[in-house]
């Protein structure tokens, strides 16, 4: 049986609280939540904190407020946000990403904050201490290499959350506390493209609130490729939002990418959208210019030039839905189910 | 047996009579298994492909606090193997590793968490070996050799037959298909991880309980690798949690909790992690094959040449097996005239291959029912059509001489064309959805033990006494297939009791009859014969009794419902615990046992030994996929299925088998690959498993599995019980080769290697619209050193069964050019 | 409180603590470093939560947690303190099997019966929450349970007759299966 290496456990009762043990105990102190990215990460070993600060029993985490936006607590487990009242109808695209996370089982535990801070993932990189032995170790961790291209001067291990690019296109932010205070910072801007340092989160700062504006007039999806209709992460994800004026014609968009890359990012298919309707022609050069941004690496699941190949026809799924045609038969057939 | 029509348990859906120890959690597998004062065991397995063990240290190891021994291989001189073939494994590697996972120490501490720490502290010093990655590689590289016990480089295993002219054939027919195909190897991926637990008892002897589907085997193993006499140890084959085949084969760890149980006096725990289990594997081979195949204009196959190349890993295993199966049992589905096979398996520095569901013989189906649709487009023949024009008919013998007896085939085929519309849909869909059809066969059950003997492959051994109870012994292991569900049924309906009124006590050496083990679909076949034996006996005892007791014949007494009467008067009966206290006031103790030998196989050639069984199962499928043009993805929306069981003993469990089959069928159709990733030569010589995990060797879920419509075709046959044929593995075989034929329908394009992935699916459209051959699959056989073949004429050329030139020559490998 | 291990770098000290488990409230000691599979099946003897891989990649292990399935080997044992836990031993009624595991039993949605526990788990859940759940409900609800020997049909249908005889039990006495208050 595969096991955690010792550790010890912290489980404070408010942020305040939290902050000041991240801050005494340093880097080797660790933040889990729902612990389904982070403890699988320990027992192969690949992070080996000694201490564990739990945010379960902090108080707040789980707050949802609702008003012109929409704020939700990082702790909200991902079937919780699912169920959240109204997220369905306002923010679609987040809802269809958080029900497309893993399993019915792990949405009970993964959390919202874990979602997004997820650890890039890599085919050299998530397997037991064992197999990574076996290739001298890899950039990401213990070794030199980044064996997925062995001339990058930087690790390439690719994200893989399906809640960010969501979020990303809905427009949201986070808002990271520490004992130094709070901030908000753009959810985009809370990624880095390199697969180590990937999150621009500072030590000591805990993801506490996940602040969505206001989603009148918007519109949003996401969409995910995967190999089977649950457990598997993305090997891309589409997000799309637009804001639609009465006749129809787009005001404003974000086109936002995951799994494509080491950080999930707004394309620029959303200023070309605005002001335009969505033809055939309009959404094929839009998902054109989706796909010449993703730049996928031969270190997930399926075949890269394929993964590559089929960007903009995903892309241009979103698209179509977004602009009210019938995706539930394509939905049905690669998400295996209608979202 | 006599012929009845009228049964109480045999065929009627009922619960299984293990049901409420699975879903209550009470089934106890291996590493449920608590004992007082246990220790755990972890074993530490190279990081390299190949490599010479220079030096061992585990002074640090042995000092860690916990710990209680440190074993290498220095404690284990003997090699052992499944196969006497090739004993060329150790249960911890003693001077070589031959695959990243290769054991070569173990670890025994206080806990697993302790274990694993000390495998750390163990210092080896390595020195790299060349790696061999693939068979061509393998053959090309004779220098470096994996194995030194072998003929020549790295060949294992080089077999060559031709069952008449099958050249001349050729050049006589209409047509000749040539077609190379490749079927990547996967795994069987059981959810329960194997576990072990071994003890020494009051009496010095030892015992182990292990996820093991073949306790004889590893019986006989264990004691050879413990140099203790086989009398000394006791094997328990624990409920298996899944096995596929993946628990047919002897474990290194077996061999080291018995050493270490041996050696401290205590019980010892294994339980291996998934990725150890993907090294444990002895899975699907990968295998590269190329069919020659002459037709004549009406579509009837005149000759067929297949050779198939065989990635084996780094050990034997069953691989010897293996080969044969790739060309064994190619000629039961359709008549065949003449037949040529040569099948080869090299050595790679990979976890070894070796049996699972369907044993060697999906590769060359999923070949053959593929060119079997090129044929038919070819000849403008639909392939329903083509195919039931040349099923092969009962009672007869194929070109490699094997005896088939009943086959349902036919009726198969009428089935799943019937129930899909075939006729109305097949190629007047709309363009990316299609249907595609194939067949298969399989075995009930190898009709010749792994090692030679003349012993029966299955006993059992019956006890009735005064309470009334009726316990029955059987070596065979329940593995999820419902063996003991058969046993007791089959007791049941020969006693006229209820199957819950009957005991199983299975898969222990120490207290059961001999049962070979579940592999090769036998269990029914022959535990069931052997029940068949040993409950008639009984039956006959109380039969006896009672008639006196009733005033009539002993062969007008019926034994129903727990009761026993005179045959057309249900008015005057005895409880069946009384007819048990009269017979055994009259008899003595009460017991019977019976057993089962296969029959002799009429092939008498030297090889001749792989395939033979004693009835051949047969299924259809037809397979509906809708595939996307711009990405290639594909979707399969319905499956049907025909199987032909000869008779069904439990519906319910029939149909699960079946619906199993078609399961891994679509897995390995579509997703399933033990791939390996070789990093950029300069930088590394690490040969590594793409994805030895859950998550990443995929499997297909709830949400991905299509509809399936099951149909179980009975015709029963005579050397079965109650006619029941084999239904495990069959219906596995024709699910890839429908998927790839579907797709065919839907875009006009091959995909002749497994997976079949949306990328194959693009590149081939990619190909077809420059107007290139549409298709993806392999493009080159390479030379291999066939031996030359071994002629045995077929049956109806005159030949007797054996081989017209010296047996000897199929072993040795023909000179090649340097 | 503690019982200690010596090992390198210190004393490593065990967790005492008070679980609820299947109804009871149970003492037990154990390393803290166990997830809640550990500690159930190793500290508390109850061997029917069953584990494939420990990473979340199966879903063998699901158990009940506040009536929730998840996923037993990425819970960490410490965190489990004042939850109701629920496992497959505690599905019965005494001698009465729950209805889920009779229709598993009779209709073959147990084969090996390795991942069984974990499906019945999950399956619970869902008719807690939903006594007539479609074909689509159910794939999805169990589309975190790999099984290997079914191919799931057998599972999807014994989920579908044990919401039947539930719903027939319940319409017998008159409550309402998933709320077990009275029907109006």
């Known amino acids: 049986m595969m096991r955690l290496p010792w550790f010890r456990f912290e489980s404070p009762r408010s942020v305040a609280e939290a902050a000041r043990i991240l801050e005494g105990e340093g880097p080797g102190a660790v933040l889990i939540a729902g612990g389904t990215d982070l403890l699988p990460n320990m027992k192969r070993r690949q992070q080996a904190p000694q201490v564990l600060v739990s945010l379960s029993r902090v108080e707040g985490m789980k707050a949802v407020e609702d008003g012109a936006g929409l704020t939700l607590g990082g702790g909200l487990t991902l079937a919780e946000v699912i169920g959240t009242a109204g997220l369905r109808a306002r923010y679609p695209g987040l809802w269809q990403a958080a029900s497309q996370v893993a399993t019915a089982q792990l949405r009970n535990m993964g959390t919202l904050g874990g979602n997004l801070c997820l650890d890039t993932r890599c085919s050299y990189y998530d397997q037991n201490h064992e197999w990574r032995k076996a290739i001298g170790f890899c950039m990401k961790r213990d070794g030199e290499t980044c064996w997925v291209a062995t001339a990058s001067k930087r690790c390439l291990a690719v994200s893989s959350t399906d809640c960010a690019p969501a979020l990303i296109a809905l427009g949201a932010s986070v808002r990271l506390e520490s004992t130094a205070g709070e901030r908000d910072v753009a959810l985009a801007d809370l990624y880095r493209n390199d697969g180590i340092d990937y999150l621009t989160r500072r030590p000591g700062e805990i993801l506490t609130r996940v602040l969505l504006p206001d989603a009148a007039e918007w519109t949003s999806t996401y969409w995910k490729l995967r190999r089977r209709g649950s457990f598997d992460f993305p090997v891309l994800g589409v997000a799309a939002a637009a804001k639609l004026a009465p006749d129809g014609s787009i005001t404003e968009a974000r086109v936002a990418l995951g799994a494509v890359s080491s950080h999930p990012f707004l394309t620029r298919a959303g200023e070309f959208l605005a002001g335009k309707r969505l033809t055939d022609e309009v959404i094929a050069e839009a998902a054109r210019m989706v796909a010449s941004r993703a730049k996928p690496m031969d270190n997930t699941d399926f075949d890269v030039y394929w993964r590559k190949e089929v960007v903009a026809e995903f892309t241009g799924y979103a698209l179509r839905e977004r602009r009210g045609d019938d995706m539930d038969a394509v939905r049905l057939r690669t998400a295996r189910r209608t979202l | 047996m006599t012929k009845r029509t009228h049964f109480d348990v045999i065929g009627k859906p009922r619960r299984r009579v293990d049901g409420r120890a699975k879903v209550t959690g009470q089934t106890r597998f291996a590493d449920d298994i608590v004992l007082p004062r246990m220790l755990h065991a972890r074993l530490l397995r190279s990081p390299h492909p190949h490599a010479r063990i220079v030096a061992i240290d585990a002074s640090r190891a042995e000092r860690h606090p916990g710990v209680h021994l440190v074993l290498t291989g220095k404690d284990f001189p003997v090699s052992i193997g499944i196969l006497p073939v090739s004993q060329d494994e150790y249960p911890l590697a003693p001077e070589r590793v031959r695959y990243v996972g290769d054991p070569l120490a173990a670890v025994v501490a206080r806990d697993e968490q302790t274990a694993g720490e000390a495998l750390d502290l163990i210092d080896v010093t390595w020195e790299i070996l060349p790696t061999i990655g693939s068979p061509q590689e393998a053959l090309a590289r004779p220098d470096v050799r994996i194995h030194d016990y072998n003929d020549v480089g790295n060949i294992h295993r080089n077999q060559s037959y031709q069952f008449g002219d099958v050249d001349a054939a050729l050049a006589a027919s209409d047509h000749v298909f040539e077609d190379l195909f490749f079927f990547e190897g996967n795994t069987h991926l059981a959810i329960e991880q194997h576990a072990s637990v071994a003890a020494v008892d009051g009496e010095g002897k030892l015992t182990l309980w292990s996820s093991t589907q073949v306790p004889h085997y590893v019986h006989r193993q264990m004691a050879r690798a413990l140099a203790v006499p086989e009398a000394h140890i006791r094997i328990i084959a624990c409920p298996n949690g899944g096995g596929f085949g993946g628990k047919t084969d002897v474990c290194n760890h077996e061999a080291v909790v018995l050493k270490a149980a041996l050696m401290l006096g205590r019980p010892v725990k294994i339980c291996l992690n998934r990725e150890e289990v993907f090294y444990m594997h002895r899975g699907r081979h990968p295998v590269l094959m190329k069919f020659r195949t002459g037709v004549s204009n009406d579509g009837r196959i005149t000759g067929m040449h297949l050779q198939t190349l065989l990635d084996g890993g780094a050990y034997g295993s069953y691989g010897t097996a293996s080969t044969f199966y790739t060309g064994a049992l190619t000629p039961v589905t359709y008549e065949l005239p003449r037949y040529k096979f040569e099948g080869c398996r090299t050595f790679t520095n990979k976890p070894p291959c070796g049996a699972k569901r369907g044993h060697g013989t999906p590769q060359p189906r999923f070949g053959q029912e593929i060119q079997l649709d090129k044929i038919a487009e070819k000849l403008r023949l639909d392939p329903a059509e083509l195919r039931l024009n040349m099923v092969a008919k009962p009672n007869t013998l194929t070109a490699n001489w094997l005896r088939i007896g009943s086959i349902g085939l036919a009726e198969c085929i009428r089935q799943v064309v019937d129930r899909s519309d075939w006729k109305n849909r097949r190629g007047k869909l709309p363009e990316g959805r299609g249907l595609g059809l194939a067949c298969g066969a399989y075995m009930s059950g190898a009709g010749l033990s792994i090692y030679w003997n003349k012993l029966p492959h299955s006993g059992v051994q019956l006890l009735i006494d005064r309470s009334g109870q009726v316990t029955v012994f059987c070596g065979a292991t329940e593995v999820g297939q419902g063996s003991d569900d058969v046993l007791a049924g089959i007791v049941a309906e020969v006693l006229g009791i209820d199957p819950f009124e009957v005991r199983c006590v299975t898969g222990d050496t120490a207290l059961t009859p001999i049962d070979l083990g579940s592999y090769s679909s036998r269990v029914t076949v022959m535990m069931g014969n052997a029940a068949i034996e040993a409950a008639g006996k009984l039956r006959a005892l109380l039969a006896d009794v009672a008639a006196a007791q009733l005033q009539t014949a002993p062969e007008h007494v019926v034994l129903a419902h727990g009761r026993v009467f005179r045959a057309g008067d249900p008015g005057k009966s005895l409880s069946f615990k009384e007819v048990v206290v009269l017979a055994e006031a009259k008899h003595g103790t009460l017991g019977a046992v019976g057993s089962y030998t296969p029959p002799k196989p009429p092939g008498r050639y030297k090889g001749g030994g792989v395939g033979p069984s004693p009835a051949y199962s047969y299924t259809a499928c037809i397979v509906e996929v809708e595939v996307d043009r711009a990405t290639g993805w594909i979707h399969v929306p319905k499956i049907w299925i025909a199987h032909d069981i000869g008779r069904a003993l439990n519906p319910v469990l029939a149909r699960g088998q079946v619906e199993g089959s078609v399961y891994m069928g679509l897995c390995e159709a579509l997703m399933e690959e033990q791939s390996f990733r070789r990093l950029p030569p300069k930088l590394s010589h690490a040969l590594v498993h793409r994805a030895p995990s859950m998550l990443e060797y995929k499997s297909i879920t709830a949400l991905d599995m299509p509809e399936m419509d099951t149909v179980l075709v009975e015709d029963p046959d005579p050397n079965c019980p109650f006619g029941a044929k084999e239904v495990g593995q069959g219906p596995l075989l024709p699910v890839m080769p429908a998927v790839a034929n579907a797709i065919f329908d839907a875009l006009g394009i091959r995909i002749d290697e497994l997976p079949i992935t949306p990328d194959k699916v693009l590149k081939a459209l990619a190909r077809k619209a420059k107007g290139e051959n549409p298709r993806v699959g392999p493009d080159h056989f390479p030379e291999v050193p066939y031996p030359e073949p071994m002629l045995v004429p077929p049956p109806w050329e005159g030949g007797d069964g054996n081989s017209v030139e010296p047996a000897a020559r199929a072993g040795r490998v023909r000179e090649v050019a340097p | ?184």
């Open chain 3, 1 to 184: 409180m503690t019982d200690t291990q010596s090992a390198p770098g210190g004393a490593r000290r065990n967790l005492r603590m008070v679980l609820h488990v299947n109804g009871e409230d149970t003492e037990v000691l154990f390393a803290p470093y166990k997830t809640l599979l550990e500690v159930l099946r190793e500290d508390l003897g109850l061997t029917g939560t069953k584990h494939g891989c420990e990473l979340g990649e199966c879903g063998a292990c699901a158990v009940l947690v506040d009536g929730l399935p998840l996923l037993s080997c990425l819970v960490l044992a410490v965190e489990c303190e004042g939850k109701a836990i629920e496992t497959v031993e505690g599905l019965a009624r005494g001698p009465t099997l729950h209805p889920l595991q009779a229709a598993f039993a009779d209709l073959g949605g147990a084969q090996c019966g390795y991942c069984t526990p974990g499906v019945l788990m999950t399956a619970k859940a869902l008719l807690d929450g939903d006594p007539d759940p479609c074909r689509e409900k159910i794939r999805e609800a169990i589309s975190g349970n790999l099984c290997r020997c079914t191919g799931y049909q057998q599972i999807y249908e014994s989920i579908e007759e044990a919401a039947r005889r539930m719903r027939a039990d319940a319409a017998q006495s008159g409550s309402c299966p998933c709320c077990e208050g009275t029907a109006p």
